[in-house]
């Protein structure tokens, strides 16, 4: 979800850490539309809680823990193989990896990777 945000945002995951901070570990309701006074628009910006109305209006999600996502986001702007990024961060290859793949296939439907070659 915070990489979602952070595509359609295009702020290096400015917003999608501010959502985290201020509503990490908890369900939040996201409006169909954003408005100005709404709770995720006041904490967050306008900006931020458009980006989760378009994503995610009228459902129901559960916002990740700032350390998780904090670590997420650096992953994935991290450059060099799995393991120097897990020595940099302080995780696990594996878990490295794992977050890359998932945001991979976020990025890129299957069919275009078969397309490409790559699947």
Do not use: W, Y
């Not at 995610?56 to 823990?65: A, F, K, R």
């Not at 450059?79 to 990896?97: L, Q, Y």
């Amino acid at each position: 979800m915070l990489r979602e945000l952070t595509e359609m945002l295009g702020d290096g995951g400015v917003g999608a850490l501010k959502l985290a901070r201020a509503f990490g570990g908890q369900a939040r309701h996201i409006p169909l539309r954003a408005r100005p006074g709404q709770v995720i628009a006041q904490a967050c910006g306008l900006d931020v809680a458009r980006a989760m109305s378009e994503l995610h209006g009228g459902g129901v999600v559960e916002i990740p823990m700032i350390p998780t996502a904090t670590k997420k986001v650096r992953i994935l702007q991290a450059a060099g193989s799995h393991n120097r990024v897990a020595a940099e961060i302080g995780c696990t290859r594996s878990h490295v990896k794992k977050t890359r793949r998932a945001a991979e296939r976020a990025v890129t439907p299957p069919l275009l990777k078969i397309m490409d070659g790559d699947g």
